[in-house]
Structure formats: structure tokens, C-alpha cells
């Protein structure tokens, strides 16, 4: 199993651009969530999903849209990037209490 | 709303002496507590939880954790330090709310020869 996979893992972004964080898990869970971390405040979750079709805000949703076509697939989409959203992005899933992260993803807004 | 406190920013440690690092957390009733640990450039990787039953846990790596509920705390104890420990270190309690985690905002450990 691959487990949670990211991609890309570095990307840099003009302000105003839009991209789309992938994350990937193969060991069909149905919990998956997207958190992003900076320096002194450690991870803040954006949203989260339950299920296929369900999603739901985390702590951190504005700026930040995401969807839930099927089991596996979480991507993460910004429609308007600013240099607020320079951070590392985790994706986790989990189908019991322990959540299985991805190697993250290092965005830059420029 | 639920909070995860880690009081300390960075901690230097020698090689092969012991290790505490303290987690306090703000919860209604029993959380689930948990300790991440993150390498440089790494993702983030489970070291221990606990849910309930005996307050002391064992994780990996010869780590473990006590829950103290009349302190809020969840420190992390390692006896000896090795230099491949240095790395950040997250504690993390689970939200109401289904599997929704609060992260400190961790602790940085170095170990020193």
C-alpha cells in the first residue's frame, strides 16, 4: 500500500492564481481531512470529509474549496491564492481514532 | 472549544539522558490524546494514544505517556535519548466531533553529544 500521497510536494503560485492540492489513499478509508501547518501554531485542520459526497469545514475553511468524488481521492482547491496561504498542507485519512498523514505539500504565494 | 497547550518551543537534551515533554489540554470529558512526531521535511507519524483503561501507554521508538487527569496532561517520557530523536514533536487531543484533531503547536527537541 502507498498509503496518503500528495502531490506536488513544492509548488510556488503568483497571488491571484488557483491550483489544486492532490491527495490520494489507498487503504479505503472513509475519514479524510486537510490540514495546513505554520510555524508557532502547529496543524489547523480546513475541512474534513466523511465519506464520498460529504464534506464539511475545519477550523480554517476560508479561501479553500474541497471535494469528495469517491473513497479515495481529497483534493484541495485554491480559487484565489494569497500570500496568507504560504504554509505546508497535510492531507490525512483514517478509518478508526488514528489518522495516517501524507508527506505534505509546500506551497508558496508570491 | 477544546485546546492543546505544549509549553515549551524547544528542549535540548544530551544523548542518552531521559525526556519529558508536556502536553496540557482544555476538554470537557476524557479525550483522546495522542503524540505525533515529525521529522524534518517528513510527514507526520503516530508515536502513541490513548483512549482509556491504564493511563500509562506505550508507543514507539521507547516512548510513553501518561495520562494525568487531575493535571489535563499528557507528557511525553523517553528514559534515553538518541540523536535520531531530534525532531519536532506534536501533541494532539480528538475533537467531538468525529476524528477531528487539535494540535499543539509543538516542541522542538534537540539532542546534543
Known amino acids: 500500500n502507498a498509503g496518503v500521497t500528495q502531490t506536488p510536494k513544492f509548488q510556488v503560485l503568483k497571488t491571484g492564481q488557483s491550483m489544486t492540492l492532490q491527495c490520494a489513499q489507498d487503504m479505503n478509508h472513509e475519514y479524510m481531512s486537510w490540514y495546513r501547518q505554520d510555524p508557532g501554531m502547529g496543524l489547523r485542520l480546513i475541512h474534513y470529509?466523511?465519506?464520498?459526497?460529504?464534506?464539511d469545514q475545519g477550523e480554517v475553511p476560508n479561501g479553500y474549496n474541497v471535494s469528495r468524488s469517491t473513497t479515495e481521492d481529497f483534493p484541495l482547491r485554491l480559487l484565489s491564492a494569497a500570500p496568507s496561504q504560504t504554509s505546508v498542507y497535510f492531507c490525512a485519512s483514517s478509518y478508526g481514532e488514528e489518522q495516517f498523514f501524507g508527506p505534505g505539500t509546500r506551497l508558496t504565494v508570491l | 472549544a477544546q485546546s492543546v497547550t505544549q509549553p515549551d518551543i524547544h528542549i535540548t537534551v544530551s544523548e542518552g539522558a531521559s525526556l519529558e515533554l508536556r502536553c496540557n489540554y482544555s476538554y470537557g470529558a476524557t479525550p483522546y490524546l495522542f503524540w505525533y512526531v515529525q521529522s524534518p521535511g517528513q510527514g507526520l507519524q503516530l508515536l502513541l494514544k490513548y483512549f482509556s483503561g491504564d493511563t500509562l501507554v506505550q508507543g514507539i521508538k521507547g516512548f510513553e505517556a501518561e495520562f494525568k487527569r487531575s493535571q489535563s496532561s499528557f507528557n511525553l517520557r523517553k528514559p534515553s535519548v538518541h540523536w535520531s530523536d531530534a525532531a519536532e514533536y506534536f501533541c494532539?487531543?480528538?475533537?467531538?466531533?468525529?476524528?477531528?484533531?487539535?494540535f499543539g503547536t509543538g516542541t522542538r527537541l534537540l539532542v546534543s553529544p
Open positions: 494532539a487531543v480528538e475533537n467531538t466531533g468525529f476524528q477531528k484533531l487539535v
Open positions: 470529509s466523511v465519506g464520498a459526497g460529504i464534506t
